[in-house]
Each structure stands twice: as structure tokens, then as C-alpha cells.
């Protein structure tokens, strides 16, 4: 499916639409939404950076596992500017964590604590040292100063599975405590097949 917003193409996949679909029939508490609220806050983020350097991407593919901003302009960059790009994702997030908590405070509406929190774990997460989240991406921005891009991409490999085989664990522990919530574990699962499969191409 695609739509346009100005001269922005968004594609949408169909196993993502049945999903939002499905949510928003049976997600009486909101809470799946107010997720996808603080991931389309995160996304914006990375589109006003690039609007800032002139790159605002023409085409925004959205999977059920990813989104991916076609970014023309990456090359033309320098390494401070592609840093502000990656991390102005998860700045947005933090910034408006702390908006909506003091609104909370100020408010004492649940809503606001649940957009607070929804903020800060997603900013948390994004900026954990794994590749294809933004913190690899600024920890290898940062490694190719200093090494090659071979290193560079070794160095980030291994530090990803040190960080990816504790939040597995944790994942683990939550779905056999939980019963149901399998979250944290199949997105640690996937980021390490993201990887290894990387290294089979």
C-alpha cells in the first residue's frame, strides 16, 4: 500500500496494516498505539534532521519489523551531521519523555505517564550499542574515525552480540514470568539474525 503526504511516498506492507488493523479493533487499553505514537515521534526526529540538511527523503518504507528511511543525502554528509541525524531520533523521544512526565505530575492523567514511558524505553533501547539501531549506528560513525571500515564493522558486531545475548535473557525471563509478553525476546532474536545474516551475503 502507498500513500502520499505532499511529495513524500510512505509504503506500507501488508503484514503491517492486518497487524495496526488487528490493534486498533482489540487494543482496549491503547497501549500498542501509544507505542506506535512514540515510534512515529522518534521517525519525525530523523526527518527534521534531515530536513535541516537539505535531505528530506522522498520515499518511507514501513515492514512489520522496520522502517526505512531512503536517505539520498547520506553520503554528502559530514560525521558530525550524520550523527545528529541518527541521534535526533532518540533525542525527540527523551525530550518529550520529560514533557509528558511533568505533564503527568502536573496532570496525574495515566495517559501522559504511558506516553512518558513509551518515550523513554524506545529512546533507551534505539540508543543501545547494536547494529541497526541508532546507537550502532553513531558507536560505528564514531569507530571509523579511528579504524577502518572492515574494523569497524567487527568491532560493532561483537559489542551488538555482547549487549543482545543479556537482553535476550532478560526477553526470556519476562515471557516465562509473563506467560505472553514475547516482545523484548523476539526483537533481541531478530536484530541477531539481522547481524548474522549480514555476514552470510
Not at 490493534?23 to 527534521?48: Q, R, Y
Not at 514470568?177 to 536484530?191: D, V
Amino acid at each position: 500500500m502507498i500513500f502520499r503526504i505532499g511529495k513524500l511516498n510512505i509504503e506500507l506492507s501488508f503484514p503491517l496494516v492486518a497487524i495496526m488493523t488487528a490493534v486498533i479493533i482489540f487494543d482496549t487499553t491503547m497501549s500498542v498505539i501509544i507505542c506506535f505514537i512514540a515510534i512515529i515521534m522518534h521517525e519525525t526526529g530523523h526527518l527534521a534532521a534531515l530536513a535541516f540538511y537539505g535531505a528530506f527523503p522522498k520515499t518511507i518504507k514501513l515492514t512489520l519489523f522496520d522502517i526505512a528511511i531512503i536517505d539520498s543525502g547520506k553520503y554528502t554528509r559530514n560525521s558530525r551531521q550524520e550523527l545528529v541525524v541518527v541521534l535526533a531520533g532518540v533525542t525527540v523521544n527523551f525530550v518529550f519523555a520529560l514533557i509528558f512526565y511533568i505533564t503527568f505530575l502536573c496532570t496525574n492523567m495515566i495517559f501522559f505517564r504511558n506516553m512518558a514511558l513509551s518515550n523513554a524505553t524506545l529512546g533507551v533501547f534505539n540508543i543501545l550499542p547494536v547494529d541497526s539501531l541508532d546507537g550502532g549506528q553513531a558507536l560505528f560513525i564514531i569507530l571509523t574515525k579511528h579504524f577502518s571500515i572492515y574494523r569497524s564493522m567487527m568491532i560493532l558486531d561483537i559489542i551488538s552480540f555482547v549487549v543482545l545475548i543479556p537482553v535476550a535473557c532478560v526477553g526470556f525471563i519476562i515471557l516465562f514470568r509473563s506467560k505472553y509478553n514475547f516482545t523484548l525476546l523476539l526483537t533481541a532474536l531478530y536484530l541477531i539474525a539481522i547481524i548474522l545474516l549480514k555476514h552470510r551475503k
